[in-house]
């Protein structure tokens, strides 16, 4: 299984070539930077995962509040 982030690096892959392939070089050039910044986050990614899980494991969650709750309260989207 792969994460959101890697499956959305895979479509950039995917769109690059179809951008050589068609000779469309600016918009593959444009993918490219955007692949870039997405591959920057892998590690923030896999941190916040990692910390979702160890909180769940060890009990920091409050066992009143639903993963849709957790995940608003963490991520300010309320």
Same mark, same amino acid.
């Given at each position: 299984m792969k994460t959101p982030m890697q499956e959305?690096?895979?479509q950039f892959n995917e769109e690059i070539a179809r951008a050589e392939q068609r000779g469309d070089f600016e918009i593959m050039r444009l993918?490219?930077?955007?692949?870039?910044l997405a591959e920057m986050k892998l590690d923030r990614e896999k941190?916040?995962?990692?910390?979702a899980?160890?909180?769940a !494991?060890?009990? =920091?969650?409050?066992? !009143?509040?639903? =993963?849709?709750e957790y995940f608003e309260e963490i991520f300010n989207n309320k």
């Open positions: 959305l690096i895979e993918l490219q930077v955007t692949k870039s941190e916040i995962i990692c910390n899980f160890s909180d !494991r060890h009990g =920091a969650v409050e066992s !009143r509040w639903t =993963a849709e």
